[in-house]
């Protein structure tokens, strides 16, 4: 699954916003679905290693993520997205970030394979409408925090 946006702000700002779990509050759509929602950090302030643990109401479930790569000459950030509940799932997701005329070109794509419950779910659901608006949300949401 995957969502794209042009940002008009430059690389390095954009990257800065992604690349610390710190940041995410600031964007993530996810953020706000749970005003009780545990976080931990742990790890570096930003870039490989960063490590990122919630915990929160139905909706918000549980999981954590890990920088896996941040390579500013790439500006390809990869994520290892880790949910525990509402269903168990491995979620390598990428932000793949491109200096354009007037801003950055942003791809966030996540990947992975439904086993368990989540795969009969699935059969029955499409991740993209699911997952899909909460992407374009969170887009929206980067751009708005990017050129504040």
Do not use: C
């Not at 600031?26 to 706000?32: A, G, H």
């Not at 990122?52 to 909706?59: A, I, P, T, V």
């Amino acid at each position: 699954m995957q969502r794209e946006a042009v940002i008009p702000a430059d690389i390095e700002r954009v990257h800065t916003l992604i690349n610390s779990f710190h940041k995410w509050s600031s964007w993530s759509p996810w953020e706000d679905v749970d005003p009780a929602m545990q976080r931990r950090f742990s790890g570096p302030e930003a870039g490989p290693d960063a490590h990122y643990e919630w915990e929160g109401n139905r909706k918000a479930g549980k999981g954590s993520m890990t920088i896996v790569a941040s390579a500013p000459q790439r500006i390809d950030l990869v994520i290892d997205f880790d949910f525990d509940k509402p269903f168990k799932a491995h979620n390598p997701t990428s932000f793949i970030l491109e200096p354009i005329d007037g801003g950055t070109h942003v791809r966030w794509v996540m990947t992975g394979k439904h086993t368990g419950m989540a795969a009969v779910v699935f059969k029955f659901m499409s991740m993209d409408k699911l997952i899909g608006p909460d992407f374009e949300r969170g887009l929206k949401r980067l751009e708005a925090a990017a050129v504040a």
